[in-house]
């Protein structure tokens, strides 16, 4: 069975210092892996995704995360954090498709000024 | 134009009662979803359906009935509503093996 772990429920970082999100992935094959991003009130909204190739992707509003297939992992980073990105973060894998997507539990970013 | 949307926003009733939730997507997927995010913000699948069929049902209670009439709208009926129903819940839409989901606002249902 497929399964997603964010090892961290809470992290807490002052603005413009740099981030990092842990997430570890269980997929019985080469997974499609993604980060989507809650504010307050809202839905999700997609922020990177790994299907193949790079293992380096780049997303929206500054983010990029790294696939590495040896350490099951897909951590999401950021160079320099804004007040802005104080939100839930969620990692998901699956193939999509009828299947839909299996979430972690979400890391909530909080930003100190 | 809202890619995926979901009607009400806010659903606030009784025990005992039944509602409906509603959505609709204008971006030509075949698949949509019904997700319930809890109050720990974790995120469940619930159902699946492909161009109006029915693929998963994630042991849900069958109270929750959900219908499709087209493949552009999933609606979600909950009968008998109980208090651990109260979540947050979310639709999604994808196009078929793309893996990407894309998400409604979501629908905050609270049950007395």
């Known amino acids: 069975a497929q399964s997603v772990t964010q090892p961290d429920i809470h992290i807490t970082v002052s603005e413009g210092a740099s981030l990092e999100l842990r997430c570890n992935y269980s997929y019985g094959a080469t997974p499609y892996l993604f980060w989507y991003v809650q504010s307050p009130g809202q839905g999700l909204q997609l922020l990177l995704k790994?299907?193949?190739?790079?293992?380096l992707v780049q997303g929206i509003k500054g983010f990029e995360a790294e696939f590495k297939r040896s350490q099951s992992s897909f951590n999401l980073r950021k160079p320099s954090v804004h007040w802005s990105d104080a939100a839930e973060y969620f990692c998901?894998?699956?193939?999509?498709?009828?299947?839909?997507?299996?979430f972690g539990k979400g890391t909530h970013l909080i930003i100190q000024p | 134009d809202t890619a995926v949307s979901q009607t009400p926003k806010y659903l606030v009733t009784q025990m005992g009662n039944d509602k409906s939730i509603k959505c609709e997507q204008n971006?030509?997927?075949?698949?949509m979803y019904w997700y319930k995010q809890d109050s720990k913000k974790f995120l469940k699948i619930m159902f699946s359906y492909n161009n109006k069929e029915l693929i998963i049902n994630e042991t849900v209670p069958n109270r929750f009935s959900p219908k499709s009439p087209d493949k552009a709208h999933l609606n979600l009926h909950i009968n008998s509503l109980e208090l651990g129903d109260s979540a947050v819940y979310f639709c999604?839409?994808?196009?078929?093996?793309?893996?990407?989901?894309?998400f409604g606002e979501g629908s905050r249902l609270t049950v007395l």
């Open positions: 998901a894998v699956g193939r999509g498709g009828a299947d839909g997507l299996t």
């Open positions: 971006l030509g997927h075949d698949t």
């Open positions: 790994y299907f193949s190739g790079d293992t």
């Open positions: 999604a839409s994808s196009p078929n093996m793309a893996g990407e989901l894309f």
